[in-house]
């Protein structure tokens, strides 16, 4: 049994070949749901819709986001609406005293449909709608996922993080905003203060989430901080993975970060934005998987390989490595 802990597209990617080592009805996956947003009254959980659609064999894998070939005529539509009365496709928040109003779920991420400042694809938006309607009929989250899992076939069992509210809200130059803004609508361009993780003092991890931290984990090349945060500020999974086998992927080679914000996101919360700075925010981990060009040094046990994934036999490359690692820690 492992579990993987996935945001963003980095542990997707390495997912994507790690069959060829790790049998896919023995894994775990859990997805952040820092990320999530209620656009237009439905619930968008970006980070696990990219595991379920990699895994349905449905996923877009030149965004690594959204469904393959998806149409996107809603959203078309939504945008022409907005800009014939002159209203741009910009995020559009709710007002304050609806963000903690509705479904709990969706607290402080609510934003309004009109404009539709996030792309919004046709099928894609179908899970949205059927999640949805799943939590209004009183389903948590992590059913709602269970059940969509079924209708993609999945072989790894697909959990969310929580099925409380956690939001990862960026502070900068320009404001508070959640990442979705940040990153989507603002292309990550805000100077960076800090990072919040709004509700995570009061959410807990699900006791399916708690059952899987038990066997070992790996941490793939997500962001440290928006990616994995919000699961490291549940209570109790700081404490679960000090306690269980650990492997990380560097996002990193060196200080040279392969994609992303990470490198501006580590800076903001006082970590050095380098493989060095991600050992330092992830105390917990028995053993790292470097880039053959990272020459840094960590007081941990280390396996090097390619670390680049351009396909699924880059991904089985990296994942060999992670078991070799794993194998060490055992």
């Known amino acids: 049994m492992v579990t993987f802990l996935s945001g963003g597209t980095g542990t997707p990617k390495l997912l994507s070949g790690a069959d ?43 965004t690594w986001w959204g469904v393959a070939d998806d149409s996107a005529t809603t959203h078309g539509e939504l945008v022409s609406l907005a800009e014939s009365v002159g209203i741009e496709s910009e995020p559009r928040y709710l007002p304050d005293d609806r963000q903690t109003a509705g479904r709990a779920i969706a607290r402080w991420r609510r934003f309004s449909g009109v404009g539709e400042f996030m792309h919004i694809g046709d099928a894609d938006r179908a899970v949205h709608i059927t999640r949805t309607s799943l939590v209004d009929e009183g389903h948590t989250l992590t059913e709602a996922t269970r059940t969509l899992a079924d209708a993609f076939d999945l072989t790894v069992d697909l959990l969310p993080m929580s099925d409380d509210p956690v939001a990862t809200i960026v502070h900068t130059a320009d404001g508070p905003m959640h990442f979705q803004e940040f990153w989507v609508a603002r292309g990550g361009e805000p100077d960076i203060e800090s990072v919040e993780f709004r ?19 790996v941490i793939g090349p997500s962001n440290p901080v928006t990616s994995l945060g919000p699961m490291l500020a549940l209570d109790g999974v700081r404490d679960a993975l000090a306690g269980t086998p650990v492997v990380a992927v560097s996002p990193f080679v060196e200080d040279t970060v392969f994609s992303g914000p990470a490198d501006d996101l580590m800076a903001a919360e006082g970590y050095d934005a380098s493989t060095a700075g991600v050992a330092e925010a992830y105390p917990f981990a028995d053993a790292f998987v470097l880039d053959d060009a990272d020459g840094t040094e960590l007081d941990r046990p280390v396996v090097r390989t390619d670390a680049r994934m351009n396909d699924a036999d880059d991904a089985t490359r990296v994942a060999r490595a992670v078991s070799e690692a794993l194998e060490a820690v055992r």
């Open 20 to 62: 060829a080592v790790f049998d896919p009805n023995e894994t775990t996956v859990v997805g952040n749901t820092g990320d999530d947003v209620e656009l237009g009254g439905h619930l968008v959980c970006p980070d696990v819709d990219t595991v379920l659609y990699l895994r349905g064999d449905r996923l877009d894998r030149e």
């Open 199 to 217: 509700g995570g003092a009061d959410a807990t991890a699900t006791d399916a989430v708690r059952d899987a931290l038990a066997d070992p984990v």
